[in-house]
């Protein structure tokens, strides 16, 4: 094999892996982004940021959006599953059934318990109560144990776990 076709080979090589590399990357940042997008809120938004930083809630966009959403009361309420699969009211990727039936969280509101931290981030990363502002009952709201690197789930001075970064 001559000189030149070794050259060409191994250029058809790295060309090749390079387009594999890109194309698992892009896999990777659209599912963290889908990921994101289920969540409502990413972690940097609630950990450790000021108060004046964390996302502000237009009151009247939350208003219009709810009279144009139906309530959600009981299972019965729900729309048939072959009509939706995925049926969540409130947007904070948690299923209506499963607030309902599982989680007993409101599924027309993202923040049941109203302190400032949706229900699925405080029932997956913080294991914190949706339902109790202040889960620990230590007389401290469970977002301000959070800006303060405390666990909510834990009284007293329990300091958060570091938080692990995965890709699924």
Do not use: C, W
């Not at 699969?85 to 059934?97: A, I, N, V, Y």
């Amino acid at each position: 094999m001559e000189e030149k076709e070794k050259k060409l080979i191994i250029v058809i090589g790295l060309v090749f892996i390079l387009i594999i590399l890109g194309f698992l990357v892009a896999f990777f940042v659209l599912k963290a982004k889908k990921a994101q997008r289920n969540q409502g809120q990413s972690l940097e938004q609630i950990q450790g940021l000021p108060k004046e930083h964390l996302p502000q809630q237009d009151l009247n966009q939350e208003e219009q959006k709810d009279k144009q959403k139906p309530k959600i009361e009981t299972e019965e309420d729900l729309i048939e599953p072959e009509e939706n699969l995925f049926q969540d009211t409130d947007g904070d990727g948690l299923e209506d059934k499963e607030e309902i039936n599982i989680y007993k969280t409101n599924p027309n509101d993202p923040d049941t318990d109203n302190d400032g931290i949706i229900d699925p981030i405080e029932i997956f990363v913080f294991k914190s109560d949706p339902l109790n502002p202040d889960s620990d009952n230590d007389g401290v709201n469970d977002k301000e144990e959070i800006l303060q690197g405390l666990d909510p789930s834990l009284p007293g001075e329990a300091k958060l776990p570091p938080i692990e970064h995965t890709s699924e």
